[in-house]
């Protein structure tokens, strides 16, 4: 039987959930329950935190994951990607209060950024030979400039509207994300073979949506 984590509540949930009934996978879902066997395919459902997902798959406790690849590549699991699933697409920013001077990302020099994804920004202002001081905080990154914990953030965005209201500016674009399956490395061959199965409808789904 194939164990697959899922998040158990927040933005993931409800299209996760809805990808695996709409392969055809019957299981009873009550929101208390931790775990719930599918009916009609040997499949275990795990809910958990997403950012417990990465590592659970990692250490082969759940066999797949449904997870967001911000989430997967902060957590340094890039590799378990088998492949994008097109929901809660969203990208990683940096921003800076609307009213500071901003032309490149040199001005970031020696500036504090508060940001969840220390990870994930560190290689990227590595990479373009920024040295700056990051801050990690776990939630409400966007009012770390007006309560002075820094200069600028790097944080999740989608509509942008979050960043408005908190009167901030978004500069550059760090990361571009979408929920991903991702999958043990070592599964024995009968769970490879689920898992084959498991994408094959994943993707007939895909193309029937379209
Ligand atoms: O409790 P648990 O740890 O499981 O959940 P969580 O609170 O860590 O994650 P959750 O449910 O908020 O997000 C799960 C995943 O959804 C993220 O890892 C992303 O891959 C994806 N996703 C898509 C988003 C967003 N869109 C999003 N807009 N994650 C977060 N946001 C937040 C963002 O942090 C910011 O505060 O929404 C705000 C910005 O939204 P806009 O629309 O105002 O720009
Ligand atoms: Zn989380």
Redesign the pocket.
Known sequence: MLRLAI???????EDSLNLIRECGISFLSASYKLKTEATNFPLEILY?????IPGYVQDGVADLGI?????LVEAGFPGLEVEGLGF???RLSLAVPRAAAYDSIENLQGVNIAT?YPRILGDYLAERGVKANLHTIS????IAPSIGLAEAIC???????????NGLREVETVFR???VLIAHQNLSPEKQELLEQLQFRMQAVRRARR
């Open positions: 998040q158990k509540s927040g933005r993931l949930s958990l935190r997403d950012d417990d997870v967001g690849q911000n989430v809660s697409k969203c969840s939630g409400s990154v966007e944080d999740i965005v989608s509509s942008g509207s979050t960043l408005l209201g994300s979408e929920a």
